[in-house]
């Protein structure tokens, strides 16, 4: 079974990779800083950015700590991290990537199912 995408607003349509960057950067646009994409296979897919950084997050299903996106030996951490439940977060920058990173990223899983082989990613299970 060939693996699709939906973005979790509401919608039911699977999205294509060029199409899930297309609505990233209309929400990020639109100060919608948190998404959330589901596949047909049951796993989930988040993306929070502070427009600068991004924290990309792969998980199985529901409750799996899953994996995360990060850039080894950066230092320091950033805030602006907001959620659609009016959170805000700070992460260390090690554990997010820059934006165009994740947006590459998210592309990457989105069409192929899986990590690009040249990203980094923490295994948090």
């Known amino acids: 079974m060939v693996e699709s995408w ?28 948190e998404t959330w994409l589901s596949s047909s296979l049951g796993r989930s897919l988040a993306f929070v950015t502070n427009t600068d950084r991004a924290m990309v997050m792969l998980l199985r299903q529901d409750g799996d700590p899953g994996e995360h996106a990060v850039e080894p030996g950066a230092v320091g951490s950033s805030e602006g991290f907001v959620l659609s439940n009016g959170q805000h977060d700070e992460y260390p920058d090690e554990d997010t990537v820059p934006i165009g990173e994740a947006f590459r990223i998210v ?19």
Request: proline content about 4%.
């Open 6 to 33: 939906v973005i979790n607003d509401g919608g039911t349509v699977p999205v294509s990779s060029e199409v899930v960057l297309e609505t990233l950067r209309a929400r990020v646009d639109r100060r919608q800083l």
């Open 107 to 125: 592309e990457h899983i989105v069409n192929a199912g899986s990590w690009p082989a040249d990203a980094r990613w923490a295994v948090d299970r």
